[in-house]
């Protein structure tokens, strides 16, 4: 009897977490880093915002509202339970403690240094020491690599920017030498620029291959329900849907030898 009363009670809990979500619209949080998300004609668009959006459609939560903002506030929001949700993020442990992460990544991101394309025969990236004396532009809130900050903190300069654009602003204009930036949102923001000539990314030194994923508020959102997320988009992720949506921007979202094969 007593543990036909504590299984009863587990499902009217988790039932409970669903009806909660189902009540209320669920927020997303999103930041400015096309093509995966940003704000165009008063719109939040991206890649990534329509396949997120589609998987929660998906298992019933087609109302969703989108707020946009910086990725500071996005992940303080999500924190302190301003916001359900908010994309896309790579994985760390500071974040893990206030945020739940679905087993299923949205995406994957490759890390590259870009350079200005005049500059392609001086500037390159081998190792650590390639960055000497170097002025190097990060995103302030982004996640980089700790043996690159650690060793840039030392031996190079590192200058912050607000967003992405602004940090290849700063790169055409010669006041840094490199931007670490994903490869698929540096494309997209030198196409928009205008300056896909101008400056190229290094592919023959990618850093990083780190899945990016869409987080959840511990305090909005129960267990349960990013579980339900995560096998939803495992199986969204098989679909045509999926893989015309993220075809849009090869070979930017994927490294040129995987679209050979």
């Not at 008063?42 to 589609?54: D, L, P, R, S």
């Not at 506030?73 to 301003?82: F, K, P």
């Not at 870009?114 to 809130?141: A, P």
Request: proline share 5%; aromatic share 14%; glycine share 4%.
């Amino acid at each position: 009897m007593g543990r036909f009363l504590w299984a009863t009670l587990f499902i009217f809990l988790v039932f409970l977490g669903l009806t909660a979500h189902a009540a209320e619209p669920l927020k997303m949080c999103v930041d400015d880093w096309p093509p995966y998300e940003y704000k165009e004609n008063y719109q939040i668009e991206g890649i990534c915002v329509k396949a997120a959006k589609a998987v929660l459609e998906r298992m019933g939560h087609g109302e969703c509202s989108l707020v946009s903002a910086n990725w500071e506030r996005c992940l303080n929001n999500v924190r302190i339970g301003d916001d359900h949700l908010a994309l896309t993020a790579v994985k760390t442990s500071e974040r893990e403690q206030y945020a739940w992460y679905p087993d299923e990544p949205l995406t994957t991101a490759y890390r590259v240094f870009f350079v200005k394309t005049d500059r392609r025969k001086v500037l390159r990236y081998r190792s650590l020491e390639d960055l000497n004396g170097r002025r190097i532009g990060l995103v302030k809130g982004f996640h980089y690599p700790p043996e690159i900050v650690a060793y840039a903190e030392k031996h190079a300069t590192i200058r912050y920017a607000a967003d992405p654009t602004t940090n290849f602003h700063l790169l055409l204009d010669d006041r840094v030498d490199f931007v670490f930036e994903d490869l698929a949102p540096g494309m997209y923001i030198l196409e928009q620029l205008h300056a896909k000539d101008k400056a190229i990314p290094l592919l023959d030194s990618v850093l990083e291959e780190e899945p990016l994923y869409v987080i959840f508020s511990k305090e909005r959102v129960d267990k349960v329900f990013v579980d339900r997320f995560s096998k939803e988009l495992e199986r969204y992720k098989q679909t045509d849907e999926y893989k015309k949506i993220f075809s849009q921007y090869d070979p930017w979202v994927k490294l040129p030898h995987e679209n050979e094969n």
